[in-house]
Nanobody
Framework: HVQLVESGRGSVQGGGSLRLSCAAS????????MGWFRQAPGKEREGVAA???????SYTDSVKGRFTISKDYAKNTLYLQMNGLKPEDTGMYYC???????????????????WGQGTQVTVS
């Protein structure tokens, strides 16, 4: 079993930056794909970014060039560096993990086995 805990919530003005973290514990050695999702009020959940254990990444078009997903394997922590934030980036951000690779497929489908509780990002 894997536990995921997000941190880094905040409120920023447009153009600002935030870094989200997702600390993983448990059987993390078996997690070969991790990702970030977001959900704004009244909208469907959206896959923002995902990363495979081989370093392959996938981003939704609206964040390309602004967001960067990365993983520190020594700390078992997933990050999402968000620059150039826009009001439309506002939402609850969730971390997810799965035993199998497939960053693009899992980001688009949301097919992840483990999920965190979420952390709020507000851009005004």
């Amino acid at each position: 079993h894997v536990q995921l805990v997000e941190s880094g919530r905040g409120s920023v003005q447009g153009g600002g930056s935030l870094r989200l973290s997702c600390a993983a514990s448990g059987s993390t050695y078996s997690m070969n794909c991790m990702g970030w999702f977001r959900q704004a009020p009244g909208k469907e959940r959206e896959g923002v970014a995902a990363i495979d254990s081989d370093g392959s990444t996938s981003y939704t078009d609206s964040v390309k060039g602004r967001f960067t997903i990365s993983k520190d394997y020594a700390k078992n922590t997933l990050y999402l560096q968000m620059n150039g934030l826009k009001p439309e980036d506002t939402g609850m951000y969730y971390c997810a993990a799965d035993r199998f690779r497939g960053s693009r497929y899992r980001r688009v489908s949301g097919d992840f086995e483990y999920w965190g509780q979420g952390t709020q990002v507000t851009v005004s």
